[in-house]
């Protein structure tokens, strides 16, 4: 122990044990310095595989700058933003999750509070953190902060006009700071961020931080997905680039986004659903398409589940065909055949079901529906990044994982702009 250290009285010494960003983190959760040019930084971009620990690491650095850890900060900061997905997501993920911001206040005298009724998270010493959702970028105009943490940026609903509306408010205290935590997909956004010179940057696998995931997780999972395009995105938190022979490009989807559809006159629930259940099967694939007076299809929602029974994905899908009071249910029978039809009357006998049955393979009944998007016939309402990640990851042949997402768009798509268009499905 060096002599400075040994010269600390106990409790100092106690308090700095339990100080994580101090004993705790690891080099790439260790709060940057200064940007590769030499300057200081004023975003911090953390990619990361799932269960890597950048959930931790925002709350850990969003606690410190509130209470004004000294490695952190030169004062304590008073007002600052927290902003994931969903205003769900930041309750149950940011703040009071396992790796929130509640878990990382260590101190007693220290921990904040989350005050729901008032949205905010307060602290002893007076720091608020205000909590605003993705799906709102306008609830951010009015805000001024010191800092801020986004969580899960690449899964945003309006990923450049929230952190635009983010950017203007950070305009107080001495340097406005933020830090942007996300399993990386290759938005427009992120892509923008890696090319900034003033964005410090860190990469951590989902493996390094294995002492603090269950065995069972990591060995299911890297057997899975270990080495494939899903796998270095999702476990070694690396930016994969569309595939050179997908049907679909990113910057096509991204030029076709609206905020929302408009009226739309006929709306569709298609269903891809799985042939078993539980964590290794696949998912069964729920997306909701429309078409509006001018004929162009909109893509309004993405309710896939991964995993559950067959009563219990039938009435997410009813659920979803209510919610959007949609005309009705498109279901392919390859799988179940009359019991898929059967499952969700179980649900709601007078749900209308169109059953259809695949008589070409996935990616032919697929192309004809990427040339709707070529076309500019149909648009993405708000963002879908998993539906998103199949549709540009999807490639003839490529057998590692089923496209369920995918395939239930393509079956909402054909059913409301292709069917009169040639043998690619047969209706039952």
Same mark, same amino acid.
Request: charged share 25%; proline share 8%; hydrophobic share 45%.
């Given at each position: 122990?060096?002599?400075?250290?040994?010269?600390?009285?106990?409790? $100092?010494?106690?308090?700095?044990?339990?100080?994580?960003?101090? $004993?705790?983190?690891?080099?790439?959760?260790?709060?940057?310095?200064?940007?590769?040019?030499?300057?200081?930084?004023?975003?911090?971009?953390?990619?990361?595989?799932?269960?890597?620990?950048?959930?931790? %690491?925002?709350?850990?650095?969003?606690?410190?700058?509130?209470?004004?850890?000294?490695?952190?900060?030169?004062?304590?900061?008073?007002?600052?933003?927290?902003?994931?997905?969903?205003?769900?997501?930041?309750?149950?993920?940011?703040?009071?999750?396992?790796?929130?911001?509640?878990?990382?206040?260590?101190?007693?005298?220290?921990?904040?509070?989350?005050?729901?009724?008032?949205?905010?998270?307060?602290?002893?010493?007076?720091?608020?953190?205000?909590?605003?959702?993705?799906?709102?970028?306008?609830?951010?105009?009015?805000?001024?902060?010191?800092?801020?943490?986004?969580?899960?940026?690449?899964?945003?609903?309006?990923?450049?006009?929230?952190?635009?509306?983010?950017?203007?408010?950070?305009?107080?205290?001495?340097?406005?700071?933020?830090?942007? %935590? %996300?399993?990386?997909?290759?938005?427009? +956004?992120?892509?923008?961020?890696?090319?900034?010179?003033?964005? !410090?940057?860190?990469r951590m696998r989902t493996a390094?931080? !294995?002492?603090?995931?269950?065995?069972?997780?990591?060995?299911?999972?890297?057997?899975?997905?270990?080495? %494939?395009?899903?796998?270095?995105?999702?476990?070694?938190?690396?930016?994969?680039?569309?595939?050179?022979?997908? +049907?679909?490009?990113?910057?096509?989807?991204?030029?076709?986004?609206?905020?929302?559809?408009?009226?739309?006159?006929? +709306?569709?629930?298609?269903?891809?659903p799985p042939a078993s259940s539980?964590?290794?099967?696949?998912?069964?694939?729920?997306?909701?398409?429309?078409?509006?007076?001018?004929?162009?299809?909109?893509?309004?929602?993405?309710?896939?589940?991964?995993?559950?029974?067959?009563?219990?994905?039938?009435?997410?899908?009813?659920?979803?065909?209510?919610?959007?009071?949609?005309?009705?249910?498109?279901?392919?029978?390859?799988?179940?055949?009359?019991?898929?039809?059967?499952?969700?009357?179980?649900?709601?006998?007078?749900?209308?079901? $169109?059953?259809?049955?695949?008589?070409?393979?996935?990616?032919?009944?697929?192309?004809?529906?990427?040339?709707?998007?070529?076309?500019?016939?149909?648009?993405?309402?708000?963002?879908?990044?998993e539906l998103e990640d199949e549709?540009?990851?999807? $490639?003839?042949?490529?057998?590692?994982?089923?496209?369920?997402?995918?395939?239930?768009?393509?079956?909402?798509?054909?059913?409301?702009?292709?069917?009169?268009?040639?043998?690619?499905?047969?209706?039952?």
């Amino acid at each position: 122990m060096p002599d400075w250290l040994a010269a600390m009285p106990a409790p $100092v010494l106690t308090a700095l044990c339990r100080e994580w960003l101090l $004993v705790g983190a690891r080099d790439p959760q260790a709060a940057p310095t200064q940007v590769p040019a030499g300057r200081d930084w004023t975003t911090w971009l953390m990619l990361g595989g799932r269960g890597a620990g950048k959930t931790r %690491t925002g709350a850990e650095w969003i606690h410190g700058v509130a209470v004004g850890k000294p490695w952190l900060a030169n004062a304590p900061l008073g007002r600052l933003a927290l902003i994931g997905e969903t205003l769900a997501d930041v309750r149950d993920v940011m703040i009071e999750g396992p790796s929130g911001i509640l878990a990382a206040a260590s101190e007693e005298e220290e921990r904040p509070v989350f005050v729901a009724a008032r949205r905010r998270v307060e602290w002893p010493n007076g720091a608020v953190a205000f909590i605003f959702s993705a799906e709102d970028p306008d609830s951010l105009r009015g805000g001024q902060f010191e800092a801020a943490w986004g969580d899960e940026l690449a899964k945003w609903r309006h990923p450049d006009r929230t952190f635009d509306m983010l950017q203007f408010a950070l305009r107080v205290g001495e340097r406005p700071r933020q830090i942007l %935590t %996300t399993t990386p997909r290759p938005i427009p +956004l992120i892509k923008r961020l890696l090319k900034d010179p003033r964005v !410090a940057l860190s990469r951590m696998r989902t493996a390094d931080n !294995a002492a603090h995931l269950a065995e069972p997780f990591l060995a299911n999972i890297v057997e899975a997905y270990a080495g %494939t395009r899903l796998g270095r995105q999702e476990l070694d938190g690396e930016l994969i680039e569309d595939r050179p022979d997908a +049907l679909w490009r990113r910057e096509r989807v991204e030029a076709i986004r609206v905020a929302e559809a408009p009226p739309l006159r006929r +709306l569709v629930v298609a269903l891809d659903p799985p042939a078993s259940s539980g964590p290794r099967a696949d998912a069964c694939g729920i997306v909701a398409a429309g078409l509006d007076e001018r004929g162009f299809g909109y893509v309004v929602a993405d309710a896939t589940v991964q995993g559950l029974p067959p009563a219990a994905w039938a009435e997410r899908a009813v659920g979803l065909y209510r919610s959007l009071e949609a005309d009705a249910i498109v279901a392919e029978v390859n799988q179940g055949g009359e019991m898929v039809a059967a499952v969700l009357r179980q649900v709601d006998p007078t749900v209308p079901v $169109v059953p259809v049955r695949a008589t070409r393979g996935k990616f032919l009944r697929a192309e004809p529906v990427a040339v709707l998007y070529d076309q500019g016939r149909v648009r993405h309402a708000g963002t879908f990044p998993e539906l998103e990640d199949e549709m540009c990851d999807f $490639v003839p042949g490529d057998t590692t994982r089923s496209p369920d997402r995918l395939d239930a768009l393509v079956w909402a798509l054909t059913h409301l702009m292709l069917r009169g268009e040639g043998p690619r499905v047969r209706v039952v």
